[in-house]
Every structure is written in structure tokens, then in C-alpha cells.
């Protein structure tokens, strides 16, 4: 387990080392990446910023060329002396307009010192004005009889100026002046040309304006940066435009003395360096993860490498332990640390052999035994470092098993407590399972209930039906009664129509017989009333009749839609007492499960009294390997001295003063390059070296003098171990320090031996 665990930490250190080193170096090339991308986008800032310059300034040179040329003809020359202004008029305002076509000039005109416009080919009609408040280009060309060309602004606004003085006869006479046009059009071709956007910003009091450019009124820079880059700071700002990445500069302008006038700014698609720093990043993150797995693999490798050779060694020491002296001890011809330690376990095992020869009585000589006085001497020294070593492992595991042990106690403990509470909420639930079970139960009674209520329901309607069917029965044969009178009624209108005609017959043929037949008229009269009466009556039993026969045929009707509705009902009546009944199943099913849920709970609860019980078992089994563990590495600590003072007892034959430490207790001073003079206690001394306590943490082969005042000289030593607050040291004595050195240990010797 303990080489398993030092290959997994070997394996895990490099790993992370490895980690690391991926990671640094991964930040490190992405930092480089970045800042050579930085540097790209600002030095072709600075190429476009350079250009812009180096076309205002061919510009500029154009316009003094032309202004040159002008100012070297005759013609000119005599005109200016003379100050004759139709001359210069008709010799250059017809082909003016060819100029501006051509060359883009906006400005071409004459001056008079100090800065008087003489004539303006651009503008005949004005002239004779003073121009030295605002164009000191002309001033300055007729004052220094130079000429003056760059960046001026006018009432025009900013224009490419050249102003070249005139002479005739030697003598200064005036200037001519040629200005290009600069604006829009200029942008627009600086942006075909260098395939960038570019605005001026000039400055206006204390604020800025735009003064023309192809950004569309957008810029990436605050006010705060204008000021700064007028002042000659160049500023960087990246951002996006159109959807894609951009990288813009703001540098600045100057007029045609150097004096700041505003900032430029200067906008280039970067979609290329961004792409190539995404690509670059992934690159780099996939280069570092392949490191890092074949740092991983090799770390593995590597911890194989290390750990198998121990554990054979194991094995071959455990061998000698049971007296199997004839084991090989392997990697005896290895060059490293391993092949050391087998070279020890070898001389071990020589020397084990020749001590059970030695027992046996087959070796006598001294000279032998003077062979392994020193053989037990190099044996004490690396068994004493090696078991050292070994057993501080072991108080290393020791520790890290007491800490498990409390980790277990307390991971007992939160076990315990979870239990104790998963018991509670465990009866809690029982308890409301119960709960719900006495209530389904109830519920389960009132749903049997309604559906007693919803069957008695039923039958009454069923009832209710049969009753319909009887009354419209009824009502029908009303009605056919009802029919039946009235045809009665038509007969008796008829026989008393046929009446009413009798009386007539009878009347006319009393009025034919004359005086005998009154009697007779008066006869008919009467049946004829009587008849006309009975007409009458009848007529109004068949009205009423007919009535009836209406009233009778509604209550058939309403009769049949009572017997309809009665009919539907029943048949709802019939469904509710299906879902009634099914509810009521259900409601059962709910009671039975909760009441298994019940018993289940009950159960858990059970359950869990017992994971609690067993939780606090486990905790007092964590105390007691706890107590093991600490008693164990008492053990170990105590085994540790009772083994050095074994190995030292062990070799009590060999010359006291040649090999067995001293044990002293004396202040003593460490000098080590890059730690300085540090404090001690020696502890133990011999003539090969010494252990010191209380001094300072120095690596193994750490080199240093090492001075106590009870032996007088310096003494050079190396750090051949280091650990649990001590340092173990090697001497490299010259002759008087060997000598020194025994004369302290004689001394030691003596004063022990009173």
C-alpha cells in the first residue's frame, strides 16, 4: 500500500508539475501571441498614420509646385511689380475651372505684403482684404520670402496650403497661393487607397468637432483621449464595427509650423489578427493538453520506474529478514539511488553471512574481524539513515491514519445525527400516513353514502318516468274525448242547420196558406229562433272545444319533454352513481395503500434505529483504531530511538573515537552559503560527523563549516540527512581538522570515562 501510495504521489507530482509547466507556458504564449498582435495592429496603425502624413505632404509639395511654377513666370512677375491685377485676371480665371477639375484646386490667388489678397482667380470679384489675423502662411512666406506649405485653416476651413513668394528684379513683390481641396473627397480616396475609415477631429476653443471623415459621425475614442493625442500621445482602441473586429488609432494633427491642431482617427478592419490569435490560442491550448497527457504518461511511466525496483527490494529484505541469505539482491548494478540501497542491502546480506560464519567459528583472524568492525560501521551508518528514513514514513502514514480515524468519527457522528433525524421525519410520516388512512377511510364511508343517496335518487326518478308515461296517456286520451265531443257538437250543428231550413220551409209555406197557416208562421218562427240558438251554442261549444283540444295537445307536448327530461335524469342519476361508485373503489385502494405505507414507515423507522445504533458502533470503533494509531506511532517514535541506539550499541567493538558518536549538548554556529550564520545545538559528534538540533531546514547536500567553541577550529561538512528537526552531518576534515577533531573526542572520552 505504502508503494502504491508513493508511485500514485510520484505519478500526482508530476502531473502537476507538468500541469504547471502546460499551463505557464500556455499563459506565456498567449501573453506573446497577444502582445505580437498588439504589436501588428499598432505598428500598421502607425504605417496608415505614416501615410496619411506622407500624402498631406505630397500634397502640400504639389500645391507649392504649382504655386512654384506660377510664381517663376515673367509675366507674373511684372504684374505683381506693377500691381497689375487684370493682367494676372485674364491670364489664369479661364482656366481655372480646368485646374479645379483636374487637380482639385479649391484656392488660387495673389497676395501683397504683409498678407493683402491682391487677386483671387477662384473669387475675382473680392480682393484688397487683410488675411494676416487667420492665414499666417502668408504672412510668414512674405516675411521669411520662403516658401510655406502644410495644413492651414482658412474661411473656407482646413485646406493643403503652398505659398510660394515673388520676385522681380531680385526684389520681394508678393506670394501666390494654390489650395487643394481637403475634404470628403479626400477621404474617401485615402480610404480606397489604404482600405481603412479615417476622420479628423479638430479642436474648437476646448472641445472637439468633426470636422469630415468616413466613420459616419461614429468614433471610438472619448474627449479626454482627443486631448491626449493632440498633445502628441498616440491612442489604441480596438472595438467593433459593422459586425466585425476593429482596431483604431488616434494620433495627431499638425498645421504647417507643427503646432497641434487636433487628432486623427485612423480605423482598420482586424478580423485577420483575431482570427490568427483564435487560431493561435488553439494551437496552443491543444499543444499544452498533448503535453500534459504525455507528461501524465510519462510521469506513470516514470513512477513505475521508481517503485518496482523498491518493491523487489522489499521482497529480497524481507528474505534476508527470514534467513534466506542466498537471495540476489537486484539492481546491485543500477547507477542511481536504488542501485545505492542495493548496494547496502548487499553489504547487509555479506555481512550477515559472514557473521553467521563469524558464530559458527570458521573465521578467527583479526584481520577479518577488523573487516567487519568496519563493515558493521558502513552497515550502523546506511541502516541507521535507511530505517530512519523508512520509519518517518511511517509516522507519516500513522498520522494520516489518525486523521482518517477522526475523519471516520466524524463522518460517524453526521451519520448518527442524519439517522436520529431521517428516524424522526420516518415517524412523522407514519404518523400523518395514519392520519390519512383514518381519512380515506371516512371519505370511502361518506362516497357509500352518496351513492345510497344517488340510488334512492334514481329510483325516484325511475318513478318519476312511469308517471309521465301514465299522465301523457291521460292527457292523449283527453284528447281524443275531447274529439270525439266535438264531432258530436259538429252534428248537432248540422241537425240544427237542417232545422233552421225546416223553419224556413215552414215559414214560407205559412205565409202561402195565409190566414191558417198563422199559427203555423208563429211555429216556424219559434223553431227557427230555437234552431238559430242552438247554431249558436253549438258553434261556441266547438270554439271551446277547439281550445281545449290546443290547451290538451300543449300538455301532451309538455307532458313528453317532462318525460324527456326526466328520462335524461335518469341516466345522469345512473352515471353518478357509476363514478360514485368507482370512487368509492378508489378510495378504498388509497386506504389500503396508505395503510401499507404505514406499516412501511413503521418499518423504515425500525430501520433506521438500527443505521443510527450502528453509527455510533462505528464511531467507537473510530476512537479505539485512533487510540491504536496514536499508541502505534508512539511505537514507532520509541522503535526509532531503540533502533539507532541498537545500531550504535551494535558496533560498540569498533574505536569509540573513529566511529561512535559522542553525545554531547553544546551551542554551535552553521555557516551556509545563502543562509548566513545560523544557531544550533550539536547534539552527537564522531570523527566522521555530527547531528545538530534546533538549526536551520537545509537540503540534503546542502555544503557549510559548521564551529562550536569546545572545539576551537571550523569544521566543513554536507547534509547527508534532514528531518524531524535534524540535520545529520558529514565532515570533510583535512589533516588538522581530523586531528583537531580527535583530540576533542579524547577529551569527550575522558571526561565520560570519570
Not at 509547466?21 to 498614420?49: C, M, P, S, W
Not at 506660377?70 to 482656366?95: E, I, K, Y
Request: net charge neutral.
Amino acid at each position: 500500500m505504502m508503494l502504491r501510495g508513493l508511485r500514485a504521489r510520484v505519478t500526482a507530482a508530476l502531473a502537476l508539475c507538468s500541469a504547471a509547466t502546460a499551463i505557464f507556458v500556455l499563459i506565456g504564449a498567449l501573453r506573446i501571441i497577444n502582445g505580437i498582435v498588439d504589436r501588428a495592429d499598432q505598428r500598421e496603425l502607425h504605417g496608415h498614420y505614416d501615410a496619411l502624413q506622407l500624402v498631406l505632404q505630397q500634397e502640400a509639395r504639389r500645391a507649392a509646385a504649382m504655386s512654384a511654377v506660377v510664381a517663376q513666370m515673367p509675366s507674373v512677375q511684372q504684374a505683381m511689380q506693377h500691381g497689375d491685377r487684370a493682367t494676372l485676371l485674364n491670364l489664369f480665371v479661364s482656366g481655372f475651372a480646368e485646374l479645379k477639375a483636374a487637380y482639385g484646386v479649391d484656392q488660387f490667388q495673389f497676395h501683397t505684403p504683409p498678407a493683402t489678397s491682391f487677386a483671387r482667380i477662384h473669387m475675382p470679384a473680392k480682393f484688397g482684404d487683410d488675411l494676416s489675423s487667420f492665414r499666417k502662411t502668408v504672412v510668414q512666406a512674405n516675411a521669411d520670402d520662403r516658401t510655406v506649405l502644410g495644413l492651414e485653416g482658412g474661411v473656407a476651413g482646413l485646406g493643403i496650403r503652398g505659398v510660394v513668394p515673388i520676385e522681380d528684379a531680385g526684389s520681394h513683390v508678393g506670394s501666390v497661393e494654390f489650395g487643394l481641396s481637403f475634404g470628403q473627397p479626400f477621404f474617401d480616396e485615402f480610404k480606397r487607397l489604404r482600405h481603412v475609415d479615417i476622420a479628423f477631429h479638430l479642436l474648437a476653443g476646448d472641445k472637439f468637432k468633426t470636422f469630415g471623415g468616413t466613420l459616419a459621425g461614429r468614433s471610438f475614442f472619448t474627449p479626454a483621449q482627443y486631448r491626449a493625442a493632440a498633445t502628441g500621445q498616440f491612442q489604441v482602441q480596438r472595438g467593433e464595427l459593422a459586425g466585425g473586429p476593429i482596431a483604431a488609432l488616434l494620433g495627431p494633427i499638425t498645421d504647417f509650423s507643427g503646432k497641434s491642431i487636433g487628432a486623427v482617427e485612423i480605423v482598420m478592419d482586424n478580423r485577420d489578427y483575431v482570427a490568427s490569435v483564435d487560431q493561435a490560442r488553439r494551437v496552443a491550448v491543444a499543444t499544452a493538453l498533448l503535453a500534459l497527457l504525455l507528461a501524465g504518461l510519462a510521469g506513470l511511466a516514470i513512477a513505475r520506474g521508481i517503485t518496482r525496483p523498491i518493491i523487489l527490494m522489499t521482497d529480497a529484505m524481507r528474505q534476508l529478514a527470514a534467513g534466506d541469505y542466498e537471495v540476489v539482491v537486484p539492481g546491485q548494478r543500477r547507477a542511481d539511488e536504488v542501485g545505492r540501497m542495493a548496494a547496502a542491502v548487499d553489504v547487509f546480506r555479506t555481512h550477515a553471512i559472514e557473521r553467521a560464519r563469524l558464530e559458527s567459528g570458521q573465521i578467527q583472524a583479526e584481520q577479518a574481524a577488523q573487516e567487519k568492525r568496519a563493515a558493521l560501521l558502513g552497515m550502523a551508518e546506511k541502516i541507521e539513515a535507511e530505517i530512519s528514513r523508512a520509519l518517518g514514513v511511517i509516522g507519516t502514514r500513522v498520522a494520516a491514519m489518525v486523521q482518517a480515524a477522526d475523519d471516520m468519527s466524524a463522518s460517524a457522528g453526521r451519520t448518527g445525527a442524519s439517522a436520529q433525524g431521517a428516524a424522526g421525519a420516518a415517524t412523522q410520516a407514519l404518523v400523518n400516513a395514519r392520519t390519512v388512512a383514518g381519512a380515506a377511510e371516512g371519505l370511502a364511508a361518506s362516497i357509500r353514502e352518496v351513492g345510497a343517496q344517488v340510488a334512492a335518487s334514481s329510483a325516484a326518478v325511475a318513478r318519476a318516468v312511469v308517471a309521465g308515461k301514465e299522465t301523457r296517456a291521460t292527457m292523449e286520451a283527453l284528447n281524443d274525448q275531447v274529439g270525439r265531443i266535438g264531432a258530436v257538437a259538429d252534428m248537432i250543428g248540422e241537425v240544427a242547420a237542417k232545422t233552421n231550413l225546416l223553419a224556413l220551409n215552414a215559414t214560407i209555406e205559412a205565409a202561402r196558406a195565409g190566414d191558417a197557416g198563422k199559427g203555423f208562421a208563429v211555429v216556424a218562427s219559434e223553431v227557427k229562433q230555437l234552431a238559430a240558438q242552438t247554431a249558436r251554442s253549438t258553434a261556441e261549444i266547438s270554439r271551446h272545444l277547439g281550445e281545449v283540444r290546443i290547451a290538451t295537445g300543449a300538455a301532451v307536448a309538455a307532458v313528453g319533454r317532462i318525460e324527456q327530461t326526466i328520462g335524461e335524469i335518469d341516466g345522469v342519476a345512473m352515471t353518478i352513481a357509476a363514478a360514485v361508485e368507482h370512487q368509492g373503489a378508489s378510495t378504498a385502494e388509497i386506504a389500503r395503500t396508505v395503510n401499507e405505507t404505514a406499516a412501511a414507515a413503521n418499518q423504515m423507522s425500525q430501520r433506521i434505529g438500527e443505521v443510527s445504533d450502528e453509527a455510533g458502533q462505528t464511531s467507537e470503533g473510530t476512537s479505539r483504531v485512533r487510540g491504536d494509531t496514536t499508541a502505534l506511532a508512539d511505537v514507532v517514535a520509541e522503535l526509532q530511538k531503540s533502533v539507532v541506539r541498537v545500531v550504535r550499541t551494535a558496533t560498540a567493538e569498533v574505536d569509540r573515537r573513529e566511529a561512535v558518536p559522542r553525545e554531547v549538548d553544546w551551542p554551535c554556529r552553521l555557516t551556509v552559503r545563502g543562509h548566513g550564520v545560523q544557531t544550533a545545538r550539536l547534539e552527537d559528534l564522531s570523527a566522521g560527523g555530527a547531528s545538530v538540533a534546533d538549526g536551520p531546514a537545509l537540503p540534503v547536500g546542502s555544503r557549510g563549516t559548521l564551529e562550536a567553541d569546545r572545539i576551537g577550529t571550523s569544521l566543513p561538512f554536507v547534509v547527508r540527512a534532514a528531518g524531524d528537526g535534524m540535520l545529520h552531518l558529514a565532515f570533510e576534515l583535512d589533516a588538522r581538522g581530523t586531528e583537531r577533531l580527535g583530540q576533542v573526542l579524547d577529551g569527550a572520552v575522558a571526561r565520560n570515562a570519570a
